[in-house]
């Protein structure tokens, strides 16, 4: 919303984005739908075929769904199309990067609007609870839900901060999403932060199967708060986030995304040893209505 | 500092054009594609059929700025095997033939950074590189590598757009040296080119603020279009239509066929001859 404002202020008569899971796809396309304003997203042909309500959703808003066959032919390599869409079209077109990622100022614009989520958190928990919560969780793919959950709550040092990220097979099989657990610095989407890469500098493949945490980067600001050691950076597999999925589905009534399950699991973990009365407050930053084929495949059930 | 562009083989290179009254051909290839050995065999034949300065792209998973054209090229040579060092190694070949002919790698910042800045100037100067474009630095970072590679005696070639106004373009010339590369349409490569005219004006317009040799690209595919750049920049940039032919002489399951070489020359030959009898 804050960025589609700043197109119409620039004047810009075209919108386009980069999606994973299909979550800022269909933002996008919303607030577009709103204002009444051409939309392209770009998303890999992979993720288009594990996401296909949301590409559905972006479809019914009007947008226009690119599928991006090169590279990996997922998030990565719908931001790169999407940069290259934006360079040729420059003149007219305004590009909502969706994660924190990317060239200045987008990680800090990102991270501005994404914000609400922390400040609203904060503020309703001093108004339902009286004090702040004892512990944040939220996933990480590009790292953009995390950042706006943690950034209001970054000087309140007693919150111990939990970034999760998508650990895909297992960090040790190579196949996993990590990148800050299990990645090393260098430069890539116009920012330096820790990648996925090998010894050539040459960026490897991205895991999981959540489509919105493959991603082989991580937004910077991330990366400074690693190396500073404010938040403590984890990771969750495939098969834990899946277990969450049916756990906080059967046990709250609420059908987790993939994404949120990887933050889940970490809830599980610190939740035994803390008091009774601790506080967790867990960002649940998407719905798992758009998943429901992926996992019911992982189980293997037939719909 | 040493001023790299008072020295150094790149302009050496445009006063011998100059002196010849012509305009130069700047001719594009990835390294390592569509392997080590025919990649070698094209850069060593580049002087002979025409090229009169030489980009060697570094190949790189996620080239932003590429079309589809040197994006393949890029994965063709990483699949290959490519690596920095075998890139390095190219050039150093050449220059057992050629001490001449400037060599300019082209890239992206990422495995330059993990290759080490310092060892990565040294080793290219060593093996006889000229200069150096790397699309994803802009001139904020030239504390990076711009201004060491400058200190080393590296030019540092950047790229102008239509859309680096007269407010931007003192910044991105400060510290560029060699020549500056015009990106004469805004987007990536290998696309539809601007008119003649277009360029032309963009042309005078560099020439306000600097004294550099251009060179203009993106979107020349022929010899006449190469030949008409020339008549208004003073070099003009060929990549994605040589890394098409290269493609055009792979087989089904990308293997190289006989005469892929020998093809490729042709085209840079025939460029070659559209840029030479442009101005006469």
Known sequence: MGQILLARRMGKKRIIAETGAGQHGVATATVCALFGMPCVVYMGEVDIARQQPNVFRMKLLGAEVVPVTSGSRTLKDALNEALRDWVTNVEDTYYIIGTVAGPHPYPMMVRDFQSVIGEEARAQMLEAEGRLPDALVACLGGGSNAIGLFHPFLDDEEVRIYGVEAAGRGIETGEHAASLTAGSPGVLHGNRTYLLQDEEGQITEAHSISAGLDYPGIGPEHAWLKDVGRVEYVSATDDEALEMFELCSRLEGIIPALEPAHALVQVARIAPEMPKDGIILANLCGRGDKDIFTVAEALGVTL | ?280
């Open chain 2, 1 to 280: 500092m040493k001023d790299a562009s008072c020295a150094g083989r790149i302009s050496r290179r445009f006063e011998s054009l100059a002196r010849e009254g012509r305009g130069g051909l700047v001719t594009f290839i990835t390294a390592g594609d569509p392997d080590l050995d025919r990649a070698t065999e094209i850069l060593l034949g580049l002087p002979g059929a025409g090229a009169d300065l030489i980009e060697i792209g570094m190949p790189f998973t996620d080239p932003m700025a590429d079309g589809p054209s040197i994006q393949a090229a890029g994965l063709r040579a990483l699949a290959s095997g490519q690596t920095m060092a075998r890139t390095l190694d190219m050039v150093r070949r050449l220059r057992r033939d050629d001490r001449d002919t400037p060599v300019i790698l082209m890239g992206y910042y990422n495995p330059i950074y993990i290759y080490g800045n310092e060892r990565f100037l040294g080793d290219a100067i060593e093996a006889g590189v000229d200069g150096l474009i790397v699309v994803d630095l802009p001139p904020e970072e030239d504390d990076e590598l711009c201004l060491p590679a400058l200190e080393a005696g590296v030019n540092f070639i950047r790229l102008a757009t239509p859309t680096t106004d007269d407010e931007r373009l003192p910044r991105v010339m400060r510290n560029t040296s060699g020549f500056v590369y015009y990106v004469s349409i805004t987007g990536i490569t290998g696309t539809k080119g601007a008119t003649a005219e277009v360029v032309g004006q963009a042309t005078a317009r560099l020439r306000r603020h600097s004294k550099l040799p251009i060179a203009v690209g993106f979107g020349i595919r022929t010899p006449d279009q190469a030949a008409a750049i020339t008549r208004i920049a003073d070099a003009a940039v060929v990549g994605s239509a040589i890394v098409d032919r290269v493609a055009a002489n792979l087989d089904e399951t990308g293997v190289a066929r006989p005469g892929l070489v020998e093809d490729v020359l042709a085209l840079v030959a025939e460029l070659a001859g559209g840029v030479r009898a442009a101005r006469g």
